[in-house]
Each structure stands twice: as C-alpha cells, then as structure tokens.
C-alpha cells in the first residue's frame, strides 16, 4: 500500500510517533500539477500529475551541541516510512553539531484545516483558457504569425508537523503562462509571460495581439553599438533583478565583509539610502494575488534558511522602504550572530513607489532610447557588487520621439540592481508579471517598469 492512499495528515503523524530523536519535523508536500503545450498554432500536449514528497528532519542533543539530519523521498509507501525516520535519524548522528541549531519553534496555533484532504489541480483549470487559446490560434494563423508555448498550473499542499506540537497547512497554486510569436521566417520573435494563481485572469487573446504589435516593429531592423543607453526595463527584467538581489541579500554574508551589503570598515548597509525615487521593495505572505506560505517551510539548511525554524511565523517585511535599505534576510541563528532582526525569506516580491504611468506612457515620454522585452542567462560577476551579467531576449526596440521605430540588436548586459535602484529616474505603474528567467523557482512578483538613464550594454549579442 502507498503511503499516498494515507491522508497527508495522518502520515506526518505516524513520521512523528515514530521518531525516537530528540526532535523531529515532518514534512509532507502533496503536488498536483496540469499543463499545455501548444507549437506552431496548435496544442501539442497537455497531462496531469500527481505525487507526494516526505521529508523528515531529525535533531539529535549532544554535549558538543544539536546536530540535524534531513532525508526526503517521493512516493513513499507504508512500509518504508520508518526506514525513513530512522535514516534521518542515523543522519542526525552521523553529523557534526549544527551551526545554525536553535530550538524547534513551539506555541503556534494549528491551522484549521490541517486534517482536511489536500486541494488538487486539474484540467478544469483550463476550461476558460483552453477555448480562448483557440481562438488566439485562429488570430495568429490569419496574421501570419506562429505561436508557440506552454501553460502550467501546479497546486502544493505542504502539511508541516513538528515534536513541538506544531500542526501547520498551507495551500500553494502556481499558474504560468508562456506565449511566444514568431514570424513564419523565425526572423522575428516577441515573447510575453504572465503569473497566476487560476488561469482566469489572464487573457490568450490579448497577449497574442499584443505580440503583433511586437512583431510589427520588428520589421525595421536597426543595427546599435555596444554602449550606454537610455533603456525602459519592463517590470519582467525588474523582476528578475531584483529577484536576484533579494537571494544575494544575507544578513550573515553582509555582516561578514562579502556582499555589496556591506558596510566599509564592518558592519551592513542597513539604514542606507540606495535610491532617490521613494521605492519599497516589500515582501508579504498576504499580499492579494500573490500569496505565499505565512511560516517558514525549509527542507534544508543553508544560507538564508534553517530547518530549525520550520513553522516560524512569516511576516510582512520592508526590505526597502522610501529608498532606504530596512532589512536583510536571516534565520534566527544569523539574526543572533549580526543583531539583525529575524527576517526570513518570503515567496513574493513587490516594488512600489513609482508613479501611476503605464509601459505605454513611459515609452511616449522617452525622447531616444531603448525598450527591452525581457532577460535571460543572468550570472553573477562580482558579488562585492552585485553585477550581474547576461542576455536580452526576443526583442529590443528602438524608441525615437516618444515611438517605438523598429528592433535592434540584441545585447550583453553589465549591470548591478542596486546600482540600478540608485540611478533610475523614474518607476511606473507596479503590476503583477511573471520573471523570466527565474520562473521555476519565483513566480509570485509585482513590479513597475524602471528608466535608467545609462543602462550598459557591454557587448552585442547574436541571438534572437
């Protein structure tokens, strides 16, 4: 019998009475997932899936301190649930004292819902969409234009209990879209991305004309040099930047000399005005449209989380506010060791602070620049500074007195976010968008198209 004809609950409670450690957090994540494809006007292939993954995390006392072991494997059955606990445990005593050991968290209600079968996904989520990407099929095969791409929603029930009597549930929906268009020459592509909890606010019908339109000023070419320009990065780029920016932003690495959050002569930056524009960048587990887990769920430790905070209350949290850096991620053992406060990393991500103007009125008010779709194969350079390399992607426009006047080049990029946050001049209208290049892993942000004066392309690129 497998361990999934069990109700998620009732597995997390069996791990637990079977744990002979000192500690022991379960950790049971119910996945179901459904999907499309869809190549050249034509839906190619769609499934659905469902699986189970347990993790069980044991912690053993010891006179040199608490060690922890961590095992997770998928499609556990019933009779390999202890072999299970138990390779957790001999994890645990085979392992050194852990670094960032604290306390398993204690004290939190359980959520009310914790006995309640896990929420699934199906094909059903794509019963207003599937109909409406027809029709996009008919619009693009008529314009002469081909549509490629794919949609994917994934639901997650993570069912988290602990030997400190924590019972913890969260539901996690996660919808993307991805739309392509090329020309019938594959001279030409435009690409546009959307994030979504359900599929029912997003539109086939609009992004594809919204492609044509992108295909159409493709087909003036212009040939740029490398150099400086003035470039509108659409909240898609900003996402992705800042992305990044959030994961470099250890309050421990900061407080150790190493990162571009560091202060000169010790210390961190926190408190430090990095921009003239009044920017929050914000995370919040609440945050309408985007919301995450509202208490830490790690499945590992390292870097900027900690298996002994599983179920730690996650909290709204400013790591920017009016342009001044508020806070930078910890656990509760990097919190103790910088005296920073304890700031774990949250799913989401949202700037605020620009005006009310859309991409559309920025481009309309921008003399000669550049306009970007999106960014791809981004690398870090330097970590003292945060520059990051990498590529554009499926279309650079050419903005000439307020008109977008044809596509140029694509380019290799040098810049840093928080170099960009201080130089921009202007922030649009914040929305939600879908990050390109990190979209399997961070899919929940909200972000304004940025002006940046002097944007550097280092180098043209040959891609499309």
Excluded at 286 to 309: K, N, R
Excluded at 371 to 393: F, H, K, N, Q, S
């Amino acid at each position: 019998m497998s361990a999934r004809t069990h109700k998620p609950h009732e597995v997390v409670e069996q791990a637990l009475e079977l744990s002979r450690a000192d500690g022991c957090v379960v950790i049971a994540d119910e996945h179901s997932t459904a999907n499309l494809r869809w190549a050249g006007n034509a839906l190619t292939t769609n499934g659905v899936t469902r699986g189970r993954t347990l993790t069980v995390i044991a912690t053993v006392d010891g006179a040199q301190g608490t060690a922890s072991g961590v095992v997770s494997r998928s499609a556990v059955t019933a009779d390999e649930l202890e072999p299970l606990v138990r390779a957790a445990e001999a994890a645990a005593r085979g392992a050194g004292p852990a670094e960032d050991a604290q306390p398993l968290v204690g004290g939190v209600p359980q959520s009310p819902d914790f006995t309640d079968a896990p929420a699934e996904t199906s094909s059903a989520v794509f019963a207003d969409f599937a109909p409406a990407l027809g029709d996009a099929f008919a619009r693009a095969r008529a314009g002469g234009r081909e549509l490629y791409g794919f949609a994917n929603h994934e639901l997650v029930s993570t069912y988290l209990g602990t030997s400190t009597g924590l019972r913890l549930r969260h539901d996690q929906p996660t919808g993307t879209l991805e739309l392509n268009a090329k020309s019938p020459d594959r001279a030409r592509s435009a690409w546009a991305g959307r994030s979504t909890r359900d599929f029912k606010d997003v539109d086939p019908g609009a992004m594809d004309a919204e492609l044509a339109v992108r295909l159409g000023w493709a087909e003036r070419r212009v040939e740029l040099p490398a150099g400086r320009y003035e470039t509108l990065l659409p909240p898609t780029a900003v996402a992705d930047l800042l992305i990044y920016q959030l994961w470099s932003a250890s309050g421990r690495d900061a407080a150790e000399g190493r990162t571009v959050f560091s202060k000169p002569g010790g210390g961190t930056r926190v408190g430090e005005k990095l921009s003239g524009l009044p920017l929050t960048l914000r995370s919040d587990p609440h945050e309408p449209g985007l919301q995450c887990p509202p208490f830490v769920v790690a499945h590992s430790s390292g870097g900027d989380q900690s298996v002994f905070d599983n179920g730690l209350p996650a909290r709204a949290t400013d790591w920017i506010s009016g342009g001044v850096l508020r806070h930078l991620t910890t656990t509760r053992h990097s919190a103790a060791l910088t005296g920073l406060p304890v700031a774990p990393v949250l799913g989401n991500l949202i700037l605020d602070g620009g005006d009310d103007r859309s991409l559309a009125e920025m481009v309309a008010d921008t003399g000669r620049g550049l306009l970007l779709t999106c960014l791809w194969y981004i690398r870090e350079v330097d970590p003292a500074t945060l520059l990051l390399t990498g590529l554009t992607r499926d279309g650079v426009y050419l903005v000439e007195n307020g008109e977008v006047t044809g596509q140029v080049n694509n380019f290799r990029f040098n810049e840093s976010p928080v170099s960009l946050l201080g130089r921009a001049t202007e922030a649009g209208r914040t929305e939600k968008t879908l990050p390109r290049e990190w979209s399997d892993w961070f899919t929940r942000a909200a972000m304004p198209a940025l002006r940046i004066p002097d944007f550097n392309m280092s180098s043209v690129s040959q891609g499309v």
